[in-house]
């Protein structure tokens, strides 16, 4: 990598072969990994850890209990991710030309693309749904698609600039609508429960960790402008852990508010004293959301193209995820292929750390355009995801179909305890491990 030294050189580098500033200190990371722990998602997702799919409700202590176990360990991962970045100074698919050699990372990041650009096109309509239920449906929802993802573009064409301004501004404003409704909801007394149980715990902790793995694919993009390993590591797992349990404990105390319907989840906010405006401090910090998967969008792509600008890949991606977001309203069918393809990543993190800090990786991978193909690195990731889909093959029918025919003839029942992200990367880990070992004997 060659060094720019010109005031150009504290905001990300324009090209992949450029070392990148190292201007981010604790703040800044724990600021950026605050905001996003705190999403308009995370209020209606906190239903599948309250009630997860086929189960009785959680009892209050089960549902507070799953999200902080869920969280620490999958921002764990995480972090994980975002340390090899740290090491590196490189993007996180451009790691993967280490770990798979040049040619191979295209597979990790073709996926990353297709599921960035998916997420941003989700973020896209929630915000406009936010906005929608802000204004009582006076905005279009094509003008408030449209200038979402214009802000969201120009965020991800100056990402160092935007770190500080959430640094400095941004958390604040989000931590002060956080408290407020915090505070006004508590004061109300929660509504009974009613029937309870303790058998849907862990697919609710499995809920909790999946939703914070789903930033394992992005984490080095940001964290390879860290000073140290160590204060990217610390500030990931401490600002997105904490924002991610106060966001989910909000959605499930609102949502016992609302007999537990997520459509009316945002009515409990409006429905507060001066709500509407903190609503709108949340509503509009969900545009780092989808600043987010645009920026980590171009990075991917730039491991394809590394001498095309950082900001024409950023600037397509942002036409096109606002594009795509025009005319969608119902998300919910795309958000489960949405997770298939997203499941591919949690074994995938457990190979990226096990090689880095156990195997090649400790002596320094090779991550130039001809660094040669190891073949043998898709083994434990193939494992580990087999182990993923025989736990939880999703909802998408034509797949869930022929992993369940799979689970029958193997006997492979998953029960309440099986956590297919944990099981995964366990799998994924061990596998790679025995890898390692059998290469240094070599």
């Given at each position: 990598m060659t060094t720019d030294s010109s005031p150009r050189a504290q905001e990300a580098p324009l090209l992949l072969t450029t070392e990148p500033p190292r201007t981010f200190g604790?703040?800044?990371?724990?600021?950026?990994?605050?905001?996003l722990g705190v999403s308009l998602i995370g209020f209606t997702g906190a239903i599948y850890v309250l009630q997860p799919p086929g189960y009785d409700r959680l009892p209050l202590l089960g549902a507070v209990l799953a999200t902080v176990v869920g969280t620490i360990v999958g921002t764990s991962m995480v972090a994980a991710a975002g340390a090899v970045g740290a090491g590196t100074g490189a993007p996180a698919m451009a790691n993967f030309r280490g770990l798979f050699g040049t040619r191979l990372s295209g597979l990790p990041t073709v996926a990353n693309v297709v599921q960035c650009i998916g997420w941003g096109v989700?973020?896209?309509?929630?915000?406009?749904?936010?906005?929608?239920a802000l204004t009582s449906d006076r905005v279009p929802h094509a003008v408030a698609v449209i200038a979402a993802g214009v802000l969201s573009t120009v965020m991800a064409i100056w990402p160092m600039h935007v770190v500080g301004i959430l640094r400095r501004y941004v958390t604040v404003a989000v931590g002060i609508a956080m408290l407020y409704f915090t505070v006004q909801m508590l004061r109300q007394p929660l509504p009974d429960m009613g029937q309870t149980s303790w058998a849907g715990f862990f697919p609710a902790v499995d809920t909790a960790l999946a939703v914070a793995v789903s930033f394992v694919p992005l984490a080095a993009d940001y964290t390879r402008h860290s000073r140290s390993v160590k204060v990217a590591g610390g500030a990931t797992v401490i600002g997105y852990s904490v924002a991610q349990i106060w966001c989910y404990l909000l959605g499930i105390v609102a949502l016992l508010h609302v007999g537990g319907d997520p459509n009316q989840l945002f009515d409990s906010f409006l429905g507060i004293t001066a709500g509407w405006v903190f609503f709108a401090v949340l509503v509009l910090r969900e545009t780092d959301q989808s600043f987010a998967n645009v920026y980590s969008t171009a990075m991917s792509l730039q491991n394809l193209l590394p001498r095309v600008d950082r900001r024409i890949l950023a600037a397509v991606v942002g036409v096109l995820a606002t594009v795509f977001a025009l005319n969608v309203r119902d998300f919910s069918s795309y958000a489960n292929f949405l997770l298939l393809i997203g499941s591919v990543f949690v074994p995938l993190t457990a190979v990226l750390v096990v090689d880095y800090f156990f195997g090649r990786g400790r002596t320094g991978w090779d991550l130039s355009d001809n660094s040669p193909a190891r073949p043998i690195m898709l083994l434990p990731w193939a494992i580990g995801f087999v182990v993923y889909q025989l736990c939880n093959p999703g909802s998408v029918s034509?797949?869930?179909?022929?992993?369940?025919?799979?689970?029958?003839?193997?006997?492979?029942h998953p029960t309440w305890w099986t956590s297919a992200s944990l099981f995964s990367f366990l799998a994924a880990g061990a596998a790679t491990g025995v890898v390692v070992v059998v290469g240094r004997r070599r």
């Open positions: 604790f703040a800044d990371q724990a600021a950026f990994w605050t905001n989700y973020e896209l309509t929630v915000i406009a749904a936010g906005i929608a034509w797949w869930a179909d022929r992993w369940t025919g799979l689970q029958d003839t193997l006997g492979v």
